[in-house]
């Protein structure tokens, strides 16, 4: 049964449609990266629904309503939004909730994000969270939704049943979503023909317009194989008898099976109900006639034949048909066709969306057999576990670390810090100093811009270990311009002298044992490292003082096997995060955000059961690669007590 209020519509007549007097609230909604449908505002959806009466094969300019949406166009002939400025395209769908519902009476649940802003919920779990609300229930578990939180409408708060971490929550009143009457409106047969007037010039709609050119020259393919293959015994045994209808291409199936039933000697494929007419024509029974359908359900049976029901309206009003056989139909590509990976919305795949589509409609205009293949998903977190379970490392006391505002170091003297680890040189070579690029025989470059009691603009001093030589001058102007935490690092050979510090915010490190095994190390555990840090105030050793940075992604887990060598690793990376080297605060090279707390070049394993994003395992190399980094931030092995 049916949730109230959670979307999902009654079956009536073997549709998933409601009938044609009810009432229904419209809320378009966009799949972000974690395939997690995201609703766009109510003010949004108002403008995609005004344009869709205007033309149902149009474009929505989403910038016209929205200044800070200003890059993406909906293309309501493919159902896809596109992003102008880098070609990224993701998949939208129209879906309809009751009018009690949430959207229907603009009811809007947010959570507090680490950056102190508001983000909405999924429009599912805020219809859920509001009918708990009206109810007057003190508490609502997320659980049955695939989330380990728990809402609290005593303290408006959600807790995260895993970290016990609390984020405030809200519920406001913003405009209510459209609300629709009658019939849902007749879907165009995909893909249609040109559109009157001028076609616009820019980018973006040479993208969609090419596009819908190539799907139908594919069309007119099929119909020319269909129709001169069947002319000669139409409706015979062995041919399959389709209802072709409208549907969205979206690089995985055109068909969408909702029911199968035993038929006495025909195979059929029919599209139920609907307001559409449908063209009826006939197929021979062969995976050869379906090239964009790579997801087409085996209908071969020893004794009996399947009829399989598709839905008579298309993805514009329930794009959700599609998603139901993504799971069960992927094994059904016919032997032979080559799959074409496409970029999933993560960015790890090797072909863009964008240029996959577009050469697999264009392989199957020519009558090249291909089909479309989303990548899979990365599986980033283990198996939930229960606290009893987590174990501490053997052989290291404790299971977390902190660091706080007292932890951080203060600047020692600069002139006692060159002193210690260089030596004066008497005769100075007549070659450039490295740091202010002046010859070591005149007066150091910084001469007049810094001055130093003791320390004359001409001496020469040459580091201990490595020998390289420089102004002492320009030392004391490279130590001023880092962490000063006493340490000094050569800036020819990158040798350490000294414990080098970083700037890495206030925090904690989490570590334990959990009863799963990494890929590639099938007889150990796993070491789990959970990073959390707050958003907070830059102080004088970061960027920009007194600015506020932001900390996403946070808490952050991270995966080592429990072997010998993966608690050696553990170890390092406890004595960097004792040193604050793990983190630093600057721009994010995912995001292009700056003011943000970033990785410190120290790669750690974030992608628990899988390597899709080459942060996680099988990786063999890995432990050896991440302790030469370690070495190179001056931990190294010879820093562990025995």
């Given amino acids: 049964m049916a949730r109230p ?17 009810l009432a229904r609230v419209v809320v378009w909604e966009w799949l972000n990266e974690h395939g997690r449908w995201r609703p766009y505002s109510a003010a949004v959806c108002h403008h995609i629904e005004n344009v869709l009466k205007g033309d149902a094969r149009g474009s929505v300019v989403l910038g016209q309503v929205d200044g800070q949406l200003s890059p993406y166009v909906i293309d309501l002939q493919s159902m896809h939004q596109f992003r102008q400025d ?11 909730y009751e009018p009690s519902s949430a959207p229907g009476k603009g009811v809007v649940w947010e959570w507090e994000n680490d950056n102190g802003s508001w983000t909405p919920y999924d429009m599912e779990i805020c219809v859920t969270i509001q009918n708990a609300y009206e109810k007057q229930h003190p508490w609502l578990d997320l659980t049955s939704l695939g989330f380990c939180y728990l809402i609290d409408f005593n303290s408006m708060s959600q807790t995260n049943r895993q970290s016990q971490r609390k984020r405030r929550l809200r519920r406001r009143m913003d405009l209510a979503y459209p609300l629709i009457m009658g019939s849902i ?4 047969s995909w893909p249609v023909g040109a559109s009157s007037g001028q076609p616009c010039s820019c980018q973006q709609c040479i993208l969609v317009n090419s596009t819908r050119a190539a799907s139908n020259a594919i069309l007119a393919s099929q119909r020319r194989k269909v129709y001169g293959g069947t002319a000669g015994n139409p409706g015979g045994p062995g041919t399959l008898s389709v209802v072709r209808q409208s549907n969205t291409f979206a690089g995985t199936s055109l068909w969408s099976p909702t029911s199968a039933s035993s038929g006495p000697n025909n195979n059929n494929i029919s599209a139920g109900g609907g307001h559409a007419k449908a063209e009826q024509v006939q197929l021979p029974l062969s995976s050869a006639n379906f090239p964009c359908s790579p997801v087409m359900p085996s209908l071969s049976s020893a004794h009996g034949h399947h009829a399989l029901t598709i839905n008579g309206q298309n993805n514009l009003n329930r794009p959700g048909t599609q998603r139901i056989s993504m799971g069960t139909a992927r094994g059904a590509i016919p032997p ?3 799959a074409l990976p496409v970029k999933n919305l993560t960015g790890s795949g090797p072909v863009h969306p964008a240029l996959a589509g577009m050469t697999g409609i264009l392989m199957c205009a020519a009558g090249l057999p291909v089909c479309l293949t989303r990548a899979p998903k990365p599986i980033l977190h283990p198996p939930p576990i229960n606290k009893s379970d987590m174990k ?5 006391n404790g299971m977390r670390r902190k660091t706080k505002k007292k932890h951080l170091r203060r600047g020692k003297n600069p002139e006692d810090v060159v002193r210690r680890y ?3 040189i008497k005769v100075a070579p007549d070659e450039d100093c490295t740091i202010c690029m002046e010859r070591l025989v005149m007066s150091s470059g910084y ?7 003791g320390i004359k603009p001409e001496l020469v001093g040459k580091l201990g270990k490595c020998g390289h030589m420089y102004h002492l001058l320009c030392l004391v102007a490279m130590y001023n311009n880092g962490n000063k935490d006493g340490s000094l690092q050569c800036p020819t050979c990158k040798t350490i002298y000294g414990e080098k510090t970083g700037t890495q915010p206030p925090g904690k490190m989490e570590y334990h044992v959990i009863p799963h095994c990494l890929p590639g190390y099938p007889d150990s555990k796993t070491i789990r490292i959970v990073y959390d840090i707050p958003a907070g105030i830059q102080t004088n050793e970061h960027p920009n003082p007194g600015k506020k940075f932001s900390a996403r992604g946070f808490p952050r887990h991270c995966y080592l096997p429990d072997n010998e060598k993966g608690r050696k690793v553990l170890k390092l990376l406890i004595m960097a995060w004792d040193r604050r080297l793990i983190f630093t605060i600057g721009t994010s090279s995912t995001t292009g955000e700056s003011d943000t707390v970033v990785w410190n070049e120290i790669h750690h394993k974030t992608e628990f059961g899988s390597n899709l994003t080459g942060h996680g395992y099988p990786d063999p190399n890995y432990l050896d690669n991440v302790m030469t980094e370690l070495s190179a931030q001056g931990v190294g092995e010879d820093n562990l007590k025995d």
């Fill in 336 to 338: 032979g066709v080559p």
């Fill in 185 to 188: 409106p007749k879907s165009q």
């Fill in 86 to 96: 880098t070609g990224t395209m993701r998949p939208v769908q129209r879906n309809f």
């Fill in 5 to 21: 209020g959670s979307g999902l519509l009654v079956p009536v007549n073997g549709l998933g449609y409601p009938p044609q007097n």
């Fill in 422 to 424: 260089t030596e004066k």
């Fill in 392 to 396: 501490p490392v053997p052989g290291i």
């Fill in 447 to 453: 001469e007049g811009v810094l001055q130093h009691k």
